[in-house]
């Protein structure tokens, strides 16, 4: 009989005993709430329970529904998960290292105690990939008042669950110029204005890490209100002197008057 025979047939009766039992799945052996883990990290699912004065006949994992590894007198395990799973015997807890995003499934704990009922718990565990790589994309180098639009895509690495979009420390919202894709990705800016000019940030993020995007808009606004002053009119042959006046707005949020 091959090793995964003896470890699906170790405690075929426990399953029977449930039900004549009519114990409920998960009554408080494992805390409630998915399970979150990191690729090539470590998760452990911890019971509830104490350790009790007599060992624990056996104890039993199942990943979606396959057997992972047993333990009564001797602990058997799945070739699968060799070197990176044990079992304390005291509590049942398990303790899963190296994850990979294959790990993500449903984890079912069976506990025969030495005298009492056996005992089930599940638990589900979600394995993400760490965020690397954020940056924010900006194809228009140079950005004109109220005639040009932009995009700023958001771009990253890894399992990503949600992107927030921050403007110079405050939530960026949808507007009459502003809009967002539907995956949030991408803010577009329809066309820009003054106040779009400022540090825009994207934090990307999923259950095991965060990371933030900057990238600093910049827009060029004016000259406003040009003037030219002189006569209207003037004899033949004689020199006359023109005078512009303008309030010019300079790139980088610099404003300066300047008389010519």
Known sequence: MSEK????????????????????????????????GAVAGTVKFTTTLRPPEKPFLSVSWRFNGVNIISSTSVNITDP???GRISI??????????????????????????DGGLPKQGRSTLTVYAPITGATIRS????LIEDESSTNLTCEASGSICSREWIKDGQ?????????????????????????????????VSNPVSTMTATHNLTVSFGPY???????????????????SGCLMAIRRM?????IS
């Open 225 to 243: 209100n040009v003037l030219i002053t002189g006569p209207s009119a003037a004899p033949q042959g004689h020199s006359i002197t023109l005078q």
């Open 139 to 142: 194809p228009a180098a140079i």
């Open 254 to 258: 610099l404003i300066t008057r300047c």
């Open 88 to 113: 304390d015997r005291a509590t049942g807890s398990l303790e899963l290292r190296n994850l990979a995003l294959e790990d993500s499934g449903e984890y079912t704990i069976t506990i025969t105690p």
């Open 5 to 36: 025979s003896v470890l699906d047939k170790t405690i075929p009766w426990t399953a029977v005993m449930l039900l004549l039992s009519g114990m409920c799945v998960g009554e408080g052996i494992l805390p409630a709430g998915p399970v979150s």
């Open 80 to 82: 699968g998960y060799a």
């Open 171 to 203: 939530p960026l919202n949808p507007s009459g110029s502003v809009s967002f894709s539907l995956d949030n990705k991408t803010a577009s800016l329809q066309p820009v204005h003054i106040s779009d000019r400022g540090t825009y940030q994207c934090r």
